[in-house]
């Protein structure tokens, strides 16, 4: 019986590195190959290492040298090699080889693996942190279907070789859920993180496919990385289908609108087809590299009174709606926008837009806001206006006057005026002039008390097919 010291407190024991790979070793029927190319060169010692690896260990491969890598893999449409697509073909080829020259007659309970990587760690002159894919396709029973894990990270270590060494960690920790964790995809990607921190690696992207993960969302996936703060942003197509950032971002002028959108209503698309109009005629903005992105506060996805809980149903509700009318979504960590002008300027130096009311523009030039950076409001001023970042705002109807306010008759702190000023007469504040009066006194939360309440009528103050889906769906009423 073992004694427990006076003052202990509870805490979840994690297993060892070497005890996971040991443990995968000891498993008679567990058997793949391990293909890691680029720089990720670490997660099969940890196999070696433990002991017994022969009964896992089907084969180890470091296609170190591309043109190696193309001989085996074939070569990618776009020439590169840190890809989704490149690791997707990788674990392919590697289980359709073991299935081709392991007889199932003589190991009928082999559970067939493949587990990959691609990377690139950062560069000689620290410009480039590095990144890379990882991913396991893998059987949980003999003979069937394959499922697949696959997930992006970025580095955050200023070392090549400690970058390796956090990825090789993260390598069997995958493998090791996978097996483990799979009926628990939630508790999986937590497991992820075991001896690592999100200073060392950051995952920002992940999705789960096949068979081990029938009914798992792989939005509500991306969520649980946002709500664990793996990572500070996600992103989904109008699929549904996560998406990694950086290849929606990469090298394009970006147009954001931030909301609640619960429900999305005329005024947001208004906003949005007016905006996108103004910007696509500004100066050496191309259509064609040009993406729009609906963005939602994680704080704007917590219930009222309900601060750390997020109800999921809801949020699921929303992104179907924005993706039924074909936009990008990205759910964010970002309270101040300068934070979201600094995320998107990793990804691109090109021309960016944000979309927004008047009452917002009010808050920006709040200083309290700013009270924590050493700098103030002009700091983050200072990173707001990135790049000729525009500012296109959307009328609002005063409540008690029913006066429209603008740009020109908006108010803001008497000390923030002449900054406000300054920027209206650069040409960093744009009016969207072109709106509906009688739309103005539509708000999002009220559509919504609407909606919960089974009152009628609300249906005019949303897009046709909206209103639609909500009514067909039964979206916003179901506990």
Known sequence: MSTIAEGEKKFEEVTSVQNKAM???LNENIYGTFAEIGAGQETVRHFFRAGNASGTVAKTLSAYDKDFSDAIYGIEDDGRYVTEDRLTRMMRYETGLIEERISRLKHPNKLFFSYANTVATIDWAKK?????????????RPGEDYSEIVLHVQFHENNASHQQISLGVMGVNLIY????????????????????TTDK?????????????????NRLMSLELLKNGITQAIMFAPDGNNVLPASILYKRNILTLRGSFRPVTKVNMAMYEESLELFLNERKVDKERTVVIFEITLSNLKGE???????EQDFLDRADLLGSLGQTVMISNFQEYYKVVEYFSQHTKERMGLTMGVSTLQDIFDERYYRHLSGGILEAFG?????????????LKDKETGEIITSENLKVHPRMHELY?????NGRVVDIKNYDPTTLDIHSRHVFQMIQEGKTNWEAMLPENTAKMINEKKLFTRK
Do not use: C, M, S
């Not at 009174?305 to 109800?311: A, F, L, R, S």
């Open 23 to 25: 443990r995968l070793n």
């Open 128 to 140: 480039y942190k590095g990144h890379g894919w990882l991913g396991i396709r893998f059987q949980t």
């Open 177 to 196: 859920g996978a097996f483990y964790h799979h009926d628990n995809p939630k508790n999986l990607l937590k497991h992820l993180f075991d001896h690592l």
């Open 201 to 217: 690696i950051e995952i920002d992207a992940i999705n789960f496919t096949g068979p081990a993960f029938r009914g798992v969302d």
């Open 305 to 311: 009174g309900k601060i750390d809980e997020i109800d």
């Open 383 to 395: 990173k707001l206006f990135f790049k000729r970042l525009k500012i296109y705002l959307y009328p």
């Open 421 to 425: 000023q300054y920027f209206k007469d």
